[in-house]
């Protein structure tokens, strides 16, 4: 069974760029065929899809935030990383990293979110 | 893309059947039969429930069944019983490539 698991800093400020990591466990990412996706979710919300990185390293992203978003692929560390630069208080949320099933697409595997405050 | 439309919320009495809708556009849940299903207790990750419209996963309760019809998907939750209680979130991958997510419906166990 695989496992994901997020770190980073929890408190950003305004301006500044986010950074995340899912390190996952239980399995390669390299192998396979799943999308390492990035979803987030702001107090009280509803779930946001960020983006997401194939195993081949191509990538994907929300068009609303495809302006600041990078995501990448570290196999070495069996690692994927979520960078949000130019951020504000609207990207305050609980990120969550999970793997996503192609087709038929669902995101079957979720690690269990990271709060993040954008606060100066 | 805006959000996919969902009721705030939906109850029930235990042993009885929800539904909860979910309506997109011809671009989303009508365009494809891509739509997953969600649970979310407070405080924990969300867990799939049903995807490609009708399919549970290794584990899910057979109680959970999911539909479309046209740009409207539902999910169905018989024998209702108090673990049901928690949010419900359902998603479509969209003909841009992208996944959306509805507004996310609350349901109570009378």
């Known amino acids: 069974q695989v496992q994901l698991q997020e770190s980073g800093p929890r408190l950003v400020k305004p301006s500044q760029t986010l950074s995340l990591t899912c390190d996952v466990s239980g399995g390669s990412i390299s192998s396979g065929s799943y999308y390492w996706t990035w979803i987030r979710q702001p107090a009280g919300k509803g779930l946001e899809w960020i983006g997401h990185i194939y195993t081949s390293g191509r990538t994907n992203y929300s068009p609303s935030l495809k302006s600041r978003v990078t995501i990448s692929l570290d196999t070495s560390k069996n690692q994927f990383s979520l960078n949000l630069n130019s951020v504000t208080a609207a990207d305050t949320a609980v990120y969550y990293c999970?793997?996503?099933?192609?087709?038929?697409?669902?995101?079957?595997?979720w690690g269990q979110g990271t709060p993040v405050t954008v606060s100066s | 893309q805006s959000a996919l439309t969902q009721p705030a919320s939906v109850s029930g009495s235990p042993g009885q059947s929800i539904t909860i809708s979910c309506t997109g556009t011809?671009?989303?849940?009508?365009?494809?039969?891509?739509v997953s299903w969600y649970q979310q207790h407070p405080g924990k990750a969300p867990k799939l429930v049903i995807y490609g419209v009708t399919q549970r996963p290794s584990g899910v309760s057979d109680r959970f069944s999911g539909s479309k019809s046209g740009n409207t998907a539902s999910l169905t939750i018989s024998g209702l019983q108090a673990e049901d209680e928690s949010d419900y979130f359902c998603?479509?991958?969209?003909?841009?490539?992208?996944?959306?997510f509805g507004t996310g419906t609350k349901v109570t166990v009378l």
């Open positions: 998603n479509s991958y969209t003909s841009s490539s992208t996944y959306v």
């Open positions: 011809s671009s989303d849940v009508g365009a494809f039969n891509y």
């Open positions: 999970a793997r996503g099933l192609i087709i038929p697409p669902a995101f079957d595997q």
